[in-house]
């Protein structure tokens, strides 16, 4: 039987960005469950624009769990998904209350 050693903590600073950009998601996605979905979603879009601030600053060593692919292959597609996010925040119109 194995056991568990001592909390692991992220190695470089992509690691901590990563934790970041996660924790801003799932506060952005509580936002959307509590109704303003506009305010939600800007919290998740920014999160990752910074994501991909920061894959595009740091070396291929340093990003650590933002690595997933080619340096520019994760810039721009977490860039995409980011300004999507938030051109989403502010192109669809308002609903009328039923």
Known sequence: ??????????????????LAVLAASLVGLGIVFLGA???????IGVALL???LTR???SERGAG???????????LMLSAAGVGLIVLTI????????
């Open 50 to 52: 910074v994501a991909a």
């Open 65 to 75: 769990m933002l690595r997933v692919r080619r340096k520019w292959s994760d810039v």
């Open 1 to 18: 039987m194995r056991e568990d050693g001592p909390l692991r903590r992220p190695q470089t600073l992509g690691g901590v960005v990563y």
């Open 56 to 58: 595009l600053v740091l």
């Open 37 to 43: 979905w506009r305010t939600g979603l800007a919290w």
């Open 91 to 98: 192109v669809v119109p308002n609903q009328p209350v039923t």
